[in-house]
Nanobody, 124 residues
């Protein structure tokens, strides 16, 4: 059974940093694209960052230059380093894996498995 478990969320002041982790289990994902999405209160879920199996990365314009996605295939884990956080980054953050491709998409339906989410709150 495939499971994705996020951790590392919390409350931080504007300008601060957090590092999210997503540990995958049930099978190996080193050949698959992985991504991070977020959903703010009463808003649609949106793409944040994605990473190819070979490590190439993609970012939403709103986080480019502040967030860094990375992966450790040996640990079956993907990370999201978030720096210079802003109140508008407040959301539940989800990791996801796309089983059918090594290239991360920016749409929900590009991904097959999702974690339960971790809350990130940035105070002003």
């Amino acid at each position: 059974q495939v499971q994705l478990v996020e951790s590392g969320g919390g409350l931080v002041q504007a300008g601060g940093s957090l590092r999210l982790s997503c540990a995958a289990s049930g099978r190996t994902f080193n050949r698959h694209a992985m991504g991070w999405f977020r959903q703010a209160h009463e808003k649609e879920r949106e793409f944040v960052a994605g990473i190819r199996s070979v490590g190439l990365t993609y970012y939403a314009a709103s986080v480019k230059g502040r967030f860094t996605i990375s992966r450790d295939n040996a640990k079956n884990t993907v990370y999201l380093q978030m720096n210079s956080l802003k109140p508008e980054d407040t959301a539940v953050y989800y990791c996801a894996v796309a089983m059918g491709t090594a290239i991360p998409g920016e749409r929900d339906w590009d991904y097959d498995y999702w974690g339960q989410g971790t809350q990130v709150t940035v105070s002003s």
